[in-house]
């Protein structure tokens, strides 16, 4: 087939996906046990508070086990940064500020093996600590080690935490996306424009916290992370950074899945050199040129020859929106910091907190048995 004709063929498949005008048989929807899910609706808080002291400890062994010793200088000994995470994850759980969290903690001390006491000033704190984060970051890798060889397939998916109740930005993304879709001119650059997040009409100290996710396609456990109060650095140049988590947590990675916005040639490529077999639906426009990129040439191939075999990968990557959606519903609450700093900590404390229920609800209901120490084990 001349080469024209095979681009035009590919332009016309993509337009009838888009459009919703593509006939192919819907997946059918998972059967789920209500016996085990209502269980795991009971034991939620008690595996959430189980689950959330035995990773914090396991998290922060790893890490100093790692970790060249320093000196300790002159001044107070600062608060350990397992104590203080332990209780951030538990504020994030109730919603609470932090002179209720410091409450919760004269209640759950000796549930979640915290040895001290301290103030809700150092909770506020903890907000600021590397360290803090740094632990964050070792359990989404050891609860997605849960399932290391299971999880084969991830979707990634960019969204926005509110810190204001007066604005929703799934909202302010489908007003963004209804304005592109009035642009009459179909040029790169214009496409390219609208790689940036919507932007929040508050003041900057209530805007967005901005995240771009890496997710699980079959137990929806977070992989990875990208986070950002700008909303002009866009999903794509974040993305780089929530595949390489995912990379890491899982290196049996086999199929990366994402909307239209990552169907360019260099994001196609960064995953295919990975050996990830990439699955982003492209632009009305394409064509085969690959132009330095074999990735992106090797991907609508795939598309041209097997559309159905090409979009039953594709259209999981719904997934990631659903785990958005789960995030929001279950953690809802409006971002209380106003620092960009503690708002990123605070958007990885509920992406965090959303795994170590997750696995609570994984572990009843799929019998995925966690390999960590437990406390009394």
Same mark, same amino acid.
């Given at each position: 087939?001349?080469? !024209? *004709?095979?681009?035009?063929?590919?332009?016309?498949?993509?337009?009838? @996906?888009?459009?919703?005008?593509?006939?192919? #048989?819907?997946?059918?929807?998972?059967?789920? /046990?209500?016996?085990?899910?209502?269980?795991?609706?009971?034991?939620?808080?008690?595996?959430?508070?189980?689950?959330?002291?035995?990773?914090?400890? #396991?998290?922060?062994? +790893?890490?100093? #086990? +790692?970790?060249?010793?320093?000196?300790?200088?002159? %001044?107070?000994?600062?608060?350990?940064?397992?104590?203080?995470?332990?209780?951030?994850?538990?504020?994030?759980? &109730? $919603?609470?500020?932090?002179?209720?969290?410091?409450?919760?903690?004269?209640?759950?001390?000796?549930?979640?093996?915290?040895?001290?006491?301290?103030?809700? !000033?150092?909770?506020?704190? %903890?907000?600021?600590? !590397?360290?803090?984060? #740094?632990?964050?970051? $070792?359990?989404?890798? @050891?609860?997605?080690?849960?399932?290391?060889?299971? $999880? &084969?397939? =991830?979707?990634?998916?960019?969204?926005?935490?509110?810190?204001?109740?007066?604005?929703?930005?799934?909202?302010?993304?489908?007003?963004?996306?209804?304005?592109?879709?009035?642009?009459?001119?179909? *040029?790169?650059?214009?496409?390219?424009?609208?790689?940036?997040?919507?932007? *929040? /009409? &508050?003041?900057?100290?209530?805007?967005?916290?901005?995240?771009?996710?890496?997710?699980?396609?079959?137990?929806?456990?977070?992989?990875?992370?990208?986070?950002?109060?700008?909303?002009?650095?866009?999903?794509?140049?974040?993305?780089?950074?929530?595949?390489?988590?995912?990379?890491?947590?899982?290196?049996?990675?086999?199929?990366?899945?994402?909307?239209?916005?990552?169907?360019?040639?260099?994001?196609?490529?960064?995953?295919?050199? /990975?050996?990830?077999?990439?699955?982003?639906?492209? +632009?009305?426009?394409?064509?085969?040129?690959?132009?330095?990129?074999?990735?992106?040439?090797?991907?609508?191939?795939?598309?041209? $020859?097997?559309? =159905?075999?090409?979009?039953?990968?594709?259209?999981?990557?719904?997934?990631?929106?659903?785990?958005?959606?789960?995030?929001?519903? +279950?953690?809802?609450?409006?971002?209380?910091?106003?620092?960009?700093?503690? !708002?990123?900590?605070?958007?990885?404390?509920?992406?965090?907190?959303?795994?170590?229920?997750?696995? %609570?609800?994984?572990?009843?209901?799929?019998?995925?048995?966690?390999?960590?120490?437990?406390?009394?084990?």
């Amino acid at each position: 087939m001349p080469a !024209k *004709s095979r681009t035009e063929e590919l332009r016309t498949l993509i337009k009838t @996906i888009r459009d919703g005008d593509f006939d192919y #048989e819907s997946r059918e929807s998972p059967k789920r /046990n209500w016996n085990l899910y209502d269980n795991a609706q009971i034991k939620e808080l008690a595996n959430y508070l189980d689950n959330l002291r035995d990773l914090v400890d #396991e998290a922060d062994k +790893r890490i100093k #086990e +790692r970790t060249p010793p320093t000196k300790q200088g002159a %001044g107070r000994p600062p608060t350990n940064p397992g104590d203080i995470t332990k209780i951030l994850l538990l504020q994030v759980y &109730t $919603e609470s500020p932090n002179r209720v969290a410091e409450g919760f903690l004269y209640l759950f001390r000796e549930k979640l093996g915290i040895h001290q006491h301290f103030s809700y !000033k150092t909770i506020e704190r %903890g907000y600021d600590r !590397k360290t803090v984060n #740094e632990i964050l970051d $070792e359990i989404v890798k @050891i609860t997605n080690e849960t399932v290391e060889g299971k $999880e &084969t397939t =991830y979707s990634f998916d960019g969204t926005g935490f509110s810190a204001s109740n007066k604005e929703n930005y799934a909202a302010k993304r489908q007003k963004q996306n209804s304005k592109k879709n009035q642009k009459k001119t179909k *040029s790169n650059c214009v496409e390219e424009s609208y790689d940036s997040f919507p932007i *929040s /009409n &508050t003041i900057t100290k209530m805007g967005f916290s901005y995240c771009v996710m890496g997710v699980g396609v079959q137990y929806k456990l977070i992989s990875g992370m990208a986070i950002s109060p700008d909303h002009s650095i866009g999903e794509t140049t974040m993305f780089p950074e929530a595949f390489k988590q995912t990379l890491q947590c899982n290196p049996n990675l086999m199929n990366a899945l994402g909307d239209g916005i990552y169907g360019c040639r260099w994001i196609t490529d960064l995953v295919s050199t /990975n050996d990830v077999t990439p699955y982003f639906l492209p +632009r009305s426009n394409v064509t085969f040129r690959s132009k330095g990129f074999a990735g992106w040439s090797d991907m609508l191939y795939s598309l041209w $020859e097997d559309p =159905y075999d090409w979009l039953e990968h594709y259209h999981m990557r719904s997934i990631s929106e659903t785990v958005n959606s789960m995030v929001k519903c +279950r953690f809802g609450a409006t971002l209380r910091k106003r620092l960009d700093a503690r !708002k990123a900590t605070e958007t990885q404390l509920k992406n965090v907190a959303h795994n170590v229920r997750r696995i %609570g609800y994984l572990e009843i209901m799929d019998g995925i048995i966690p390999h960590w120490p437990r406390m009394g084990e």
